[in-house]
């Protein structure tokens, strides 16, 4: 599988259940989990045997440019596994931003599990995610 966006999400922004900027958005580190293009919320994923092994904290400094969504690099605090992990970017919170919502509203937007450094196997302690400084950013629409 290459890094992709859920079909879910690309739908999801034009019908304004996402807001990049007012919304809690994180990311988690997810193993023994096969990507599926329907997902659409965390749930999904649990659902389907993924384990959430670590989230972060909502990401901060949002900037949208171009089409193009990037903010600060954020780290997971995870704990020991000797699973290949991926990174899944979701909307954690309502579209209005405010606490996490159940799992089965937390919105999907990406998966990443291809890159430097990924899958990852992680260790215990905090793992540091870096969004690539290229063109794309952490994604890029269109």
Same mark, same amino acid.
């Given at each position: 599988?290459?890094?992709?966006?859920?079909?879910?999400?690309?739908?999801?922004?034009?019908?304004?259940?996402?807001?990049?900027?007012?919304?809690?958005?994180?990311?988690?580190?997810?193993?023994?989990?096969?990507?599926?293009?329907?997902?659409?919320?965390?749930?999904?994923?649990?659902?389907?045997?993924?384990?959430?092994?670590?989230?972060?904290?909502?990401?901060?400094? /949002? $900037?949208?440019? &171009?089409?193009?969504?990037? +903010?600060?690099?954020?780290?997971? %605090? @995870?704990?020991?596994?000797?699973?290949?992990?991926?990174?899944?970017?979701?909307?954690?919170?309502?579209?209005?931003?405010?606490?996490?919502?159940?799992?089965?509203?937390?919105?999907?937007?990406?998966?990443?599990?291809?890159?430097?450094?990924? /899958? $990852?196997?992680? &260790?215990?302690?905090?793992? +540091?995610?870096?969004?690539?400084? %290229? @063109?794309?950013?952490?994604?890029?629409?269109?």
């Amino acid at each position: 599988m290459a890094n992709t966006l859920y079909t879910a999400f690309r739908q999801g922004i034009l019908d304004a259940l996402y807001d990049l900027n007012t919304a809690s958005i994180k990311v988690a580190l997810v193993r023994s989990y096969t990507f599926n293009a329907a997902h659409a919320t965390m749930a999904d994923i649990t659902s389907a045997g993924g384990v959430i092994n670590g989230t972060s904290a909502a990401l901060t400094n /949002p $900037v949208i440019t &171009g089409g193009v969504y990037d +903010a600060d690099d954020t780290t997971i %605090t @995870t704990t020991s596994s000797t699973s290949n992990h991926a990174l899944v970017l979701y909307q954690a919170s309502a579209v209005t931003g405010g606490a996490d919502v159940a799992a089965g509203s937390q919105r999907l937007i990406a998966y990443y599990d291809t890159g430097t450094g990924l /899958p $990852v196997q992680p &260790g215990t302690g905090n793992l +540091a995610i870096t969004w690539a400084n %290229t @063109t794309n950013k952490i994604f890029k629409i269109g």
